[in-house]
């Protein structure tokens, strides 16, 4: 079984990314199972941030390292909460204060249109070459939460595609139109492409 460094102790996202991997062979190593890295997330895009995160891990543990950078950007807010998502609330914010700020701040709000997008960055502990991806998923705004399912901003984005907001969707139909579901499938293809070139413990 080949080993990946999961750079996030989000539990919810290393079940997401665990069973679109799957069928890779690979395993993944949570990062409060290895040498753990405090990262500053203070890139100015999600792809800087992701980077910053899987490389300090990939070193720190000496084995290849997979980190995230995802958030919700709001046409109405002018791409906001954006790389700021996980904090939009403030430093130390929950899923809840995030999701009421957000309210508030689409309160009366006609244009309702927002997308997730997500990065992942796999890095090497000894090279400097590393593979990334991106994902995007189309969706609204609600006005009011619903659903129990999920986490993050998922109560309040309706995806079109799936007809349901992503907090009603089961793992399998939010995964199937995600952003961290289309970046994983990117990410996926590329590892099929190059995995006899890749070392992987």
């Keep these: 079984m080949k080993r990946l460094v999961l ?4 539990a919810k ?3 997401e990314i665990e069973k679109i991997l799957a069928g890779l062979g ?3 190593l949570p990062a409060d199972s290895t040498v753990f890295v405090y990262v ?3 890139a100015d895009s999600f792809l800087g941030n992701a980077k ?3 490389e300090a891990f990939a070193k720190a543990n000496h084995l290849p390292a997979l980190a995230d950078d995802s958030g919700l950007c709001v046409d109405a807010l002018k791409g906001e909460p954006g790389i700021y998502s996980a904090r939009f609330a403030g430093e130390h914010a929950c899923d809840a204060d995030n999701n009421a700020k957000l309210l508030a701040e689409m309160a ?5 249109q927002a997308h997730f997008m997500c990065v992942l960055y796999l890095a090497f ?3 400097e070459d590393g593979l990334s991806a991106e994902g995007i998923v189309h969706g609204e705004i609600l006005s009011q939460e619903t659903g129990d399912s999920g986490f993050g901003y998922d109560p309040l984005f309706f995806c079109p595609e799936l007809g349901k907001n992503f907090a009603s969707a089961s793992a399998e139909e939010k995964a199937s139109v995600s ?3 289309r970046a994983l499938q990117s990410l996926s293809a590329q590892l099929q492409a190059r995995f006899v070139d890749l070392d992987l413990p």
């Design 26 to 28: 690979i395993a993944l």
């Design 179 to 181: 952003h961290r579901g």
């Design 52 to 54: 910053k995160k899987a």
């Design 40 to 42: 500053e997330e203070d």
């Design 7 to 10: 750079a996030s102790n989000n």
């Design 13 to 15: 996202k290393r079940q």
């Design 108 to 112: 009366g709000e006609e244009q309702r």
């Design 125 to 127: 502990p000894d090279s």
